[in-house]
């Protein structure tokens, strides 16, 4: 059975940093794409970030580019979100979601529950 | 970047009844496009990807279809556990891009 679980969200204050991870069973990871998509509170999904199966390929949302690092660690079956110069904007429960390949764009056949990551002073 | 649009922004139906959303992009993305159905609380599900395909395990009932810009999303007969909201999004290109949802629920 496929699993993702997310940890490392909280409350953070604006400017701070926070690192996102996502454990990933079930499935060989080294042979999918992950990505990262964010929801606000009482908005829709927001694609955040992708990586492919080798991190030959990754984007980035053009809300989170320059301040959010995206990076996996297949040896641990690991996905990570590196989050800098953090927002209230930013204020969000973030999914890790695994695709359906191993290209950084295509399906997402499953996701995570998610970790709620609120940015306020 | 590729923008999403959908339509309605929500709807109500009665159960049985045939539920239509439609999802338009802003430039050629071939068949690069999924949806996906949120239930409260819970995470994002796929229901159909590369526009018509029905991922395994989802009820018959829902379909897709389109290619291009246009594409349209159907509930043929609509059951109570059908409650969410319903995603497009496409994967043409970096960065992916969701719609803004259809909400659905029984009249």
């Known amino acids: 059975e496929v699993q993702l679980v997310e940890s490392g969200g909280g409350l953070v204050q604006p400017g701070r940093s926070l690192r996102l991870s996502c454990a990933a069973s079930g499935f060989t990871f080294d042979d999918y794409a992950m990505h990262w998509v964010r929801q606000a509170p009482g908005k829709g999904l927001e694609w955040v970030s992708g990586?492919?199966?080798?991190?030959?390929?990754?984007g980035y949302a053009d809300s989170v580019k320059g301040r959010f690092t995206i990076s996996r660690d297949n040896a641990k079956n690991s996905l990570y979100l590196q989050m800098n110069s953090l927002r209230a904007e930013d204020t969000a429960l973030y999914y890790c979601?695994?695709?359906?390949?191993?290209?950084?764009?295509?399906?997402?056949?499953?996701w995570g529950q998610g970790t709620l990551v609120t940015v306020s002073s | 970047d590729i923008q999403m649009t959908q339509s309605p922004s929500s709807l109500s139906a009665s159960v049985g009844d045939r539920v239509t959303i439609t999802c338009q992009a802003s430039?050629?993305?071939?068949?690069?496009l999924n949806w996906y159905q949120q239930k409260p609380g819970k995470a994002p599900k796929l229901l159909i990807y590369?526009?018509?395909n029905l991922e395994t395990g989802v009820p018959s009932r829902f379909s897709g279809s389109g290619s291009g810009t246009d594409f349209t999303f159907t509930i043929s007969s609509l059951q109570p556990e059908d409650i969410a909201t319903y995603y497009c999004q496409q994967y043409d290109n970096l960065p992916v891009t969701f719609g803004p949802g259809t909400k659905v629920d029984i009249k």
């Open positions: 990586i492919s199966w080798n991190s030959g390929s990754i």
């Open positions: 430039q050629d993305i071939s068949n690069y």
């Open positions: 590369d526009a018509s």
């Open positions: 979601a695994k695709l359906a390949g191993p290209a950084v764009a295509g399906s997402i056949d499953y």
